[in-house]
């Protein structure tokens, strides 16, 4: 949902590095700037305006905390390109301001290198100082000089210095040790300037095609948020999200300080994971993309950017490729080579999965609840497998045979995704009725429906929302919750998304004489959609029936935060919408109970803490040099934790011995869905894992117990409403059948 925010993550391209493409960029920055004036949206005047808002989105995006570019730097960007930058685009000139400014941003780089490289080594550190930095400087000024650039530098070095001899300090009490008794691992001093050597390393290893991707990216981005311009590369990975695969060796890869990548994940049923020479935390130092064995065909891949390391190691299938690693578990200095045998991969663990919840509550019949979690709404655009709609009434209709009481979707932290599949799935629930409304820039209004005639379930219903809902969330959230067919429970409201994009190959449109093999393509917004009842979630979002508290709630988070949005506005209902009576679902009841709940539970207690905290500490924007303010901190933050994980895991304990008494947990997976039995989950059963990861590294501070039967307050909440829910509606189907004297 977030816009491409790793640009300099790994810090980007350069110049210098060898030409990856043919490709004219000039040319597909002209013909992509036609695509958007004519199929964007709002279609906003191609003008001065807009020019000087793309120039300060590009300058953003490089040097987004404001800490690199000088103000002066930025003035005479503003004067030389701020009036005619839509101008360069249209002739075909673009790329001409795009390489300069990413030239002064190389420079900036290389020179905070050096200066952080001689402060380090001069190791003239007092953290004494009373002067704290901001702790976001998003909305801060460029420094004025590079002079105040030096200053900051050191500042925000100091920063990073007591903030990594603080984490030392805080694992070694973890594990009852001295500091100095821990596992040697590389000084203060060269674990940052390994860091900043590999942004270094990325931002001068890259080529044409890179500045032109993150240069096009700002300027589609100064459209809307949700326009966007993607690489070939980025192009194939978004492929590969949507259809929840690929063809490659089945391993997820994490830069580490030395240049290496580890192995942060292994897909247990991939070729990395049925090989087993490859494990957790093994480093990878070069790679054999043919397999041909020889010492000159070995590519040393250290400080090389983690996407094109992927797509050295992917391949055709069948195909091998020859690694070269530094076992995890291997002494210093020892290297072997592996060969792997590319195949598909398909990553289940993004796909739907399903619980059956079996309350032994007597009183209500033993009811059953049905769990969905629905983590994106995937769909393979080549030949429609995977599809999620298809993966949700397979389990559904699974579910059904078991004789669910009640179900409850869970869309917590779904992005969104395929349209198609939204409006087939809110049938499964409504039938053949209204989903959508779809307004196009020429201001048409289409409702497009669900074709199912008649609904695959049409019991008790519940939805979990949270803000990082989006986009089709929203409208399967929004759309049930217009109907009265659902309470919708979660965090204050959802993200807020109410656009639609499509995809466009930009080498359609270029001349016959340029080559467009690497020209990426454009994802322009090109309609809004709205709720049946006429109200777009852009920037307001889907307000639930009951509101649970959220760490969200301390952050701007949303489309409302976002630069560009567009505007939320309402039209007309559709007119075939009519609503089912909203007093069966009873949220008023519903809601009272849910409170009483919420509002005694210590863990929703510890979650307000934490989000008045976190908003005092935004407000404040102040991070202290200071080392002994910051020990407080720290000690005050590890007695906090040390104190909740004491009384957690006693209540915890009471709580799965309780879940015990109450509760029968089963999962039921895409590739389990015909068992005859369900497999059995909760306190004494782990639920089915599809890849290994590495865990998370014990720092002492977040160690915490694990929530009981792997439930956490949100997931509890939204079942305790769901059998709230069965109870209420039998009681108001038992006294409809009750004759009146």
């Given at each position: 949902m977030q816009r491409k925010n790793t640009l300099l993550a790994l810090a980007a391209a350069t110049l210098i590095g060898p030409a990856a493409a043919k490709t004219d960029f000039n040319v597909v920055a002209r013909e992509m700037t036609g695509l958007l004036q004519n199929r964007h949206y709002a279609r906003p005047k191609f003008d001065v305006e807009l020019s000087r808002k793309m120039l300060d989105q590009y300058l953003d995006d490089l040097d987004p905390r404001h800490l690199l570019f000088t103000a002066g730097d930025v003035a005479a960007f503003r004067q030389e390109f701020g009036d005619r930058l839509h101008e360069l685009l249209i002739r075909s000139r673009s790329m001409d301001p795009a390489r300069r400014i990413y030239e002064r941003y190389k420079n900036r780089v290389l020179e905070r290198e050096r200066h952080v490289s001689a402060l380090l080594k001069a190791g003239e550190f007092s953290f004494l100082s009373a002067d704290p930095i901001l702790r976001s400087r998003k909305n801060a000024p460029w420094p004025a000089n590079v002079k105040e650039a030096r200053e900051l530098w050191k500042k925000h070095l100091e920063e990073e210095v007591l903030s990594e001899i603080l984490r030392r300090e805080a694992s070694a009490r973890a594990v009852g040790q001295e500091l100095k008794e821990v596992e040697a691992e590389p000084s203060v001093e060269e674990k940052l300037l390994r860091g900043y050597e590999r942004s270094r390393r990325n931002v001068t290893a890259a080529n044409e095609e890179d500045v032109a991707e993150y240069f096009l990216s700002a300027i589609a981005s100064s459209f809307d948020p949700h326009t966007d311009y993607l690489s070939k590369r980025e192009n194939e990975q978004f492929l590969i999200r949507m259809r929840r695969g690929l063809v490659g060796i089945g391993v997820t890869l994490h830069p580490?300080?030395?240049?290496?990548?580890?192995?942060?994940?292994?897909?247990?049923?991939?070729?990395?994971?049925?090989?087993?020479?490859?494990d957790l935390n093994d480093r990878i130092i070069g790679v054999d993309t043919a397999n041909k064995g020889g010492e000159a065909d070995m590519i040393d891949i250290l400080f090389m950017k983690t996407d094109r390391i992927v797509e050295k190691i992917k391949g055709k299938k069948g195909t091998k490729?020859?690694?070269?690693?530094?076992?995890?578990?291997?002494?210093?200095?020892?290297?072997?080579?592996?060969?792997?045998?590319?195949?598909?991969?398909?990553?289940?663990?993004?796909?739907?999965?399903a619980e059956l919840i079996r309350s032994k509550d007597a009183r209500l019949g033993e009811p059953r609840v049905g769990y969905l979690d629905i983590p994106s709404f995937y769909y393979d655009f080549s030949d429609g497998v995977p599809s999620?709609?298809?993966?949700?009434?397979?389990?559904?209709?699974?579910?059904?045979?078991?004789k669910i009481d009640a179900l409850v979707i869970d869309l917590r932290g779904n992005g969104g995704g395929a349209l198609?599949?939204?409006?087939r799935m809110a049938g499964f629930f409504?039938?053949?009725?209204?989903?959508?409304?779809?307004?196009?820039?020429?201001?048409?209004?289409?409702?497009?429906a669900a074709k199912i005639d008649l609904p695959l379930y049409e019991g008790p219903l519940v939805v979990l929302t949270d803000?990082?809902?989006?986009?089709?969330?929203?409208?399967?959230?929004?759309?049930?919750?217009?109907?009265?067919?659902?309470?919708?429970?979660?965090?204050?409201?959802?993200?807020?998304?109410?656009?639609?994009?499509?995809?466009?190959?930009?080498?359609?449109?270029?001349?016959?004489?340029?080559?467009?093999?690497?020209?990426?393509?454009?994802?322009?917004?090109?309609?809004?959609?709205?709720?049946?009842?006429?109200?777009?979630?852009?920037?307001?979002?889907?307000?639930?029936?009951?509101?649970?508290?959220?760490?969200?709630?301390?952050?701007e988070f949303g489309e409302a935060f976002q630069r560009h949005a567009l505007k939320h506005d309402v039209i007309d209902k559709s007119r075939r919408f009519s609503p089912l009576d909203a007093k069966e679902l009873y949220r008023e009841s519903l809601t009272q109970r849910s409170a009483k709940r919420v509002a005694s539970s210590t863990d929703y207690e510890y979650l307000r803490e934490d989000i008045a905290r976190i908003k005092r500490e935004r407000a404040e924007n102040r991070v202290s040099l200071n080392r002994g303010e910051r020990v407080a901190l720290v000690d005050a933050r590890e007695d906090r934790m040390k104190t909740r994980n004491e009384e957690r895991r006693e209540r915890f304990a009471k709580i799965e011995e309780d879940d015990r008494k109450q509760f029968q947990f089963y999962e039921l997976t895409l590739d389990r869905v015909k068992a005859k039995d369900l497999r059995e989950i909760g306190p004494d059963h782990e639920r089915t894992i599809y890849t290994r990861k590495v865990e998370e590294e014990f720092n002492g501070l977040s160690e915490a117990p694990k929530w009981p039967s792997g439930i956490g307050p949100a997931k509890r909440e939204s079942i305790a409403i769901a059998i709230d829910l069965i109870e209420l509606t039998e009681a108001s189907r038992i006294a409809k059948k009750t004759p009146k004297a």
């Open positions: 580490e300080d030395d240049g290496s990548v580890s192995i942060a994940a292994v897909v247990i049923d991939g070729p990395a994971g049925k090989g087993g020479d490859l490729v020859r690694l070269r690693i530094r076992p995890a578990k291997a002494a210093p200095g020892v290297f072997k080579d592996i060969v792997i045998e590319r195949g598909q991969v398909q990553y289940k663990d993004q796909l739907v999965r999620v709609s298809h993966d949700v009434e397979v389990l559904l209709r699974r579910l059904q045979a078991e198609r599949e939204v409006i409504l039938g053949a009725k209204p989903v959508v409304q779809v307004r196009e820039m020429g201001k048409r209004i289409e409702t497009k803000k990082a809902s989006a986009s089709a969330s929203e409208i399967l959230a929004g759309v049930l919750q217009d109907y009265n067919r659902a309470v919708v429970v979660g965090d204050h409201s959802t993200y807020g998304k109410g656009t639609v994009q499509q995809q466009v190959d930009i080498a359609r449109f270029l001349p016959g004489f340029v080559d467009g093999r690497r020209a990426g393509s454009l994802k322009p917004t090109i309609q809004k959609y709205y709720r049946v009842s006429g109200s777009s979630v852009q920037l307001v979002g889907v307000r639930p029936d009951i509101i649970l508290p959220s760490r969200y709630d301390a952050y």
